[in-house]
């Protein structure tokens, strides 16, 4: 796999981190980040989500769920979602964030609020190498079942960008092929490390 991939989403823990855990199992130099201040999971209530600071280990979510109310979050699939996140990475990281983490060039978001603050993040950065960067927005509905079929998806879309030698050349061809495949509408975007 020759290009360097990050999955973003609102808070790191569905929608990103299926993508991010499918990707790893395929090979792929894949990381992953939300744009939220705060992580938050689904609590007894709409007015009671469960919220932690970014950086907050996974298992650490996993075990105080687990005391709440283990019946409800593994209902609700939080508990399994958790399981698997701690699999793949130690915390859920902020992408605003993520500097020293070097450069990628292409960057995936499940929401159009997302890909505007990654686009906007990117926009208001010092952009020392000149190095080009790939947006791109697939709309996935925030559960699980939404976020396995837009991970496959997503992992279609990595398998042609890095089949290609250079993405800026056929970037256009690529992602019109997809739409009509796949009936989906990307929204993309070019910024500069």
């Keep these: 796999m020759k290009f360097r991939y990050a999955m973003v989403c609102s808070s790191n823990q569905n929608r990103s981190m299926e993508a991010h855990a499918l990707l790893k199992r395929q090979g792929f130099d894949v990381a992953s980040y939300g744009t939220g201040s705060h992580v ?12 932690y600071e970014f950086g907050t280990p996974y298992k650490q979510m996993l075990d105080e769920l687990r005391r709440k109310d283990p019946e409800l979050y593994k209902r609700n699939g939080i508990l399994p979602m958790l399981k698997r996140n701690a699999a ?67 992992l279609d879309l990595c398998q042609e960008i890095d089949a290609t030698e250079s993405w800026e050349d056929s970037i256009d061809d690529i992602l019109t092929a997809f739409e009509k495949q796949h009936r989906r509408k990307l929204l993309y975007s070019i910024s500069y490390y």
């Design 40 to 51: 938050k999971l689904p609590g007894p209530s709409l007015r009671e989500p469960n919220v």
């Design 88 to 154: 793949v990475k130690l915390a859920p990281q902020r992408w605003q964030d993520n500097a020293a983490d070097g450069f990628f060039d292409v960057v995936f978001t499940f929401e159009e609020k997302v890909f505007d603050m990654v686009v906007e993040d990117l926009h208001n950065r010092d952009h020392v190498l000149k190095k080009c960067v790939l947006i791109i927005n697939l709309e996935v509905k925030d559960n699980h079942e939404e976020a396995a079929v837009g991970a496959r998806l997503a």
